[in-house]
């Protein structure tokens, strides 16, 4: 009964598959092998627009390294309270940026509510030589409580910040479930709703490690400046084959879209079953696969002695995860501990 996180999950046998294909005879370093060249003309079919990807291993690099030229050592990057880059990074994208000055702001269900982000805007006036400017709006979708922002949340405030000389960078860790639950496109929950640079996540979702920076259009210019980032930092895969062939079998036939649905769908169940446990609160809709539930100590206690993993978040309530294979007898057993 592991719900501890989705980053606890196995690979995908299709992606370990991809990874042995890839490891016959010689390709060129560095992305520069035809794995990857296959991976960006797809990604450019699925986002229906131009763009250049650059793959990394893990969310916290390809955080840091897409804001770093995004945002000057002089800026600041506007993102919700509970954001990852903010709680969950170590500081790496103020390391990243040089400097960058993360500004976190409020809202419910860790979406940075307009009030906030006009507040925000409003305290810190364009070309005041005291204040740090903003240069990015970060939003994580999925967001920290598990839920969606829709492409018209994302593009009412995307509209605030570009009236500034400011981009806006999508945390996607958890995309693939945002975007089944909303049902809309790709296209539709990025570059249209006005994001510049997203982080396309795998690894939650099946990879054994791969994440994808995507830089759209409007910010296509910086993919050298972010090439160069990347080796500086020492991030740059030499072998970069075998990160982009996980995406090559992941995005094959729409399995990242199937696996994010089957979470998704234990996720619901489980919040369903947990929600009727006696003194049981889920704190925030399930719109991905992650369930925040506050529940009784005692409750709590059962849970773990019969071998339930969840995590305890700061707030005082609990975290289930469901992955790509979570099994309906993990959630039967953990209902039936629930139930005593």
């Not at 560095?30 to 794995?35: I, R």
């Not at 995406?247 to 729409?254: E, I």
């Not at 489980?270 to 925040?292: K, M, R």
């Amino acid at each position: 009964m592991n719900f501890l996180s989705d980053t606890t999950a196995p690979a995908h046998p299709a992606l370990i598959e991809a990874i042995s294909a890839a490891n016959t005879g010689f390709a060129p370093s560095y992305g520069n092998d035809p794995v990857s060249a296959r991976v960006e003309t797809k990604l450019k079919e699925i986002f229906e627009t131009d763009l250049k990807v650059l793959f990394a291993v893990s969310g916290t690099a390809s955080n840091a390294l897409s804001l770093s030229v995004l945002c000057p050592n002089h800026g600041a990057i506007l993102c919700h309270d509970e954001a990852h880059i903010h709680r969950d990074e170590r500081g790496a994208p103020e390391f990243f940026t040089g400097g960058g000055k993360l500004i976190p702001l409020l809202g419910d269900h860790a979406k940075v509510s307009l009030d906030a982000l006009d507040r925000a805007l409003g305290e810190i006036p364009e070309g005041f030589v005291h204040s740090s400017p903003v240069r990015v709006l970060s939003l994580s979708n999925l967001t920290e409580s598990g839920t969606a922002y829709t492409p018209s949340e994302v593009a009412e405030r995307a509209s605030r910040v570009k009236s500034r000389p400011a981009f806006v960078h999508m945390d996607g860790a958890r995309f693939a479930n945002a975007l089944v639950t909303l049902n809309c496109s790709p296209a539709e929950l990025t570059w249209k709703a006005g994001v510049d640079a997203l982080c396309f996540g795998a690894t939650k979702n099946g990879a054994m490690g791969a994440e994808a920076i995507i830089l759209f259009p409007s910010v296509m210019d910086r993919f050298e400046e972010l090439q160069a980032r990347q080796k500086r930092a020492g991030h740059m895969a030499p072998k970069m084959r075998f990160l982009a062939s996980q995406f090559d079998a992941w995005l094959r036939d729409d399995l990242w879209l199937d696996l994010a649905r089957t979470a998704n769908a234990r996720a619901r169940r489980l919040a369903d079953g947990l929600a009727q446990a006696n003194g049981v609160e889920v704190l925030h809709p399930v719109q991905g696969n992650e369930i925040f539930a506050r529940i009784p100590e005692a409750l709590g206690d059962r849970l773990m002695a019969a071998g339930a993993g969840f995590y305890q978040w700061p707030d005082g309530s609990c975290r289930f995860v469901t992955s790509w294979c979570t099994e309906h007898a993990e959630i039967d057993a953990l209902l039936a501990a629930a139930r005593g």
